[in-house]
């Protein structure tokens, strides 16, 4: 064990995208913010499954803009001053005078992708990629009376499987690409989170015929790009609604994202937050950004004008079945209001489905027993975004995303990632000076249990 207990750090993070990228920054700055005092920053290390940082690569079209300002980058909103903002990027790589002048808060997807390469690019010596954490635990028995709590971590690399110690996880394993019930994933049927590498794959002019399934952001860009790249082809959207909807951008509904609709919603009632979702889901589920909306009827319009008809809306369907037929791929289609069915044969599908939460149950594993639950089946998480567990496991568990229940919107957003993570490390930072502080908790309503 000597050689262990040499590798038993404060923090330990699973996964590197931008959630514990935040994080990795928040702990770097309490570091230098104590250079020369007493203390010191905590330790920490990040395993992350791919090769090298990347977030949504295979979203990166061409002039797709971010939904949100520059300045909720990973670190402004808690330090205003820090070196890891969005500014301080543009100002490194020269593009600080242009980007003014470019009077626009929302960069382009592929820039801000850039800015989070470049933060990343500062935390080399404590992350590990191409690593990928297969499973935490208690330590065993003979360990179990060691004078700081910890876990052990399974981390593999390649065919080399090692153990490390952390006093605190920090878990961020991104969301789950959904696919409807049935429909699997081949060379021919993709999800949009897979979308530039599986194009990237096929010869162009093979694609006559191709569909998107979704009515969001990704569903009517993926759709926008085919209609422009494939200017021999038949281009199919394939919609529940009767058409897309409008994100509501606006400054009042805006709030919803700002750091304390956290606390808000955090230790409401159950009502309010009932009604938190029924009002503003609108600002993010299955929406799309006016400008990309009146872009796409534009082309509809100039095609009925010009009296082609390559680009169609398939409204009020949905997609019942997708089988292989010969060389092509056959899409049995579900027309809402008449239940009735046609099949539409492709070249090609895209699946815009969205993402299931963050799920940290197999990871857990058999620690996920001393994880209090409630009623609902869903985790129990104290308003620092640590799981709330049984004596047993005293160590910090904490979730960045999978607390839409608890938290609100931001959960999985980039919104609030900046004064998430800031919490996050002053949980740790707190628990590392006085171990026994209990969490902040709201209210436990009648029903719950744990």
């Not at 935390?123 to 060691?146: C, K, M, N, S």
């Not at 400008?291 to 009925?304: P, Q, S």
């Amino acid at each position: 064990m000597g050689t262990f207990a040499r590798e038993i750090y404060d923090v330990v993070g699973i996964g590197f995208g931008p959630s514990n990228l935040s994080l990795a920054i928040a702990l770097d700055e309490y570091r230098t913010e104590g250079a020369g005092s007493s203390r010191s920053g905590p330790s920490a290390m990040f395993f992350e499954r791919q090769s090298s940082f990347g977030w949504h690569r295979n979203m990166l079209l061409p002039t797709t803009t971010m939904q949100i300002s520059f300045m909720k980058d990973l670190a402004t909103f808690r330090n205003p001053v820090s070196p890891f903002g969005f500014v301080s990027y543009l100002h490194a790589s020269g593009r600080l005078t242009q980007f003014v002048n470019n009077q626009d808060f929302f960069p382009t997807r592929q820039e801000f992708h850039q800015y989070l390469e470049w933060a990343a690019a500062g935390f080399t010596d404590r992350v590990r990629y191409g690593t990928e954490v297969t499973g935490i635990r208690l330590p065993a028995a003979t360990e179990v009376g060691a004078a700081e709590p910890y876990v052990e971590l399974e981390v593999r690399s390649g065919s080399t499987t090692r153990v490390v110690g952390a006093r605190n996880v920090a878990i961020s394993t991104g969301l789950v690409p959904r696919m409807p019930k049935g429909v699997q994933r081949d060379e021919r049927v993709w999800h949009s989170s897979e979308f530039l590498d599986r194009y990237s794959r096929r010869n162009p002019s093979e694609l006559n015929t191709v569909a998107v399934v979704g009515a969001g952001q990704s569903a009517a860009e993926i759709t926008r790009y085919l209609y422009d790249e494939l200017p021999h082809a038949q281009v199919y959207s394939i919609i529940p609604s009767y058409g897309y909807c409008v994100a509501d951008d606006t400054p009042f509904a805006n709030q919803i994202f700002d750091p304390g609709a956290v606390d808000t919603y955090f230790f409401g009632t159950d009502r309010s937050r009932e009604a938190f979702w029924h009002y503003h889901r609108n600002t993010n589920y299955s929406v799309v950004d006016d400008e990309v909306i009146r872009d796409l009827y534009r082309r509809a319009y100039d095609e009925e004008v010009r009296g082609l008809d390559r680009l169609r809306f398939l409204n009020l369907s949905r997609v019942d079945q997708v089988k292989r037929a010969g060389d092509e791929t056959r899409v049995s289609l579900l027309s809402l209001p008449t239940d009735e069915t046609r099949e539409l044969d492709v070249d090609a599908i895209v699946f815009a489905t969205g993402y299931d939460a963050m799920e940290p149950t197999a990871l857990l594993g058999d620690l996920d027993r001393h994880c209090l639950r409630d009623e609902s089946g869903r985790y129990r998480v104290a308003r620092d975004y640590r799981l709330i567990t049984a004596p047993e496991l005293s160590c910090g568990i904490y979730l960045q995303g999978g607390t839409e229940h608890t938290h609100g919107l931001t959960s999985s957003l980039l919104s609030n990632l900046a004064v998430r993570s800031g919490e996050i490390a002053e949980s740790i930072i707190g628990r590392r000076a006085e171990p026994a502080a209990e969490p902040l908790l709201r209210p436990v309503v009648a029903g719950e249990t744990g």
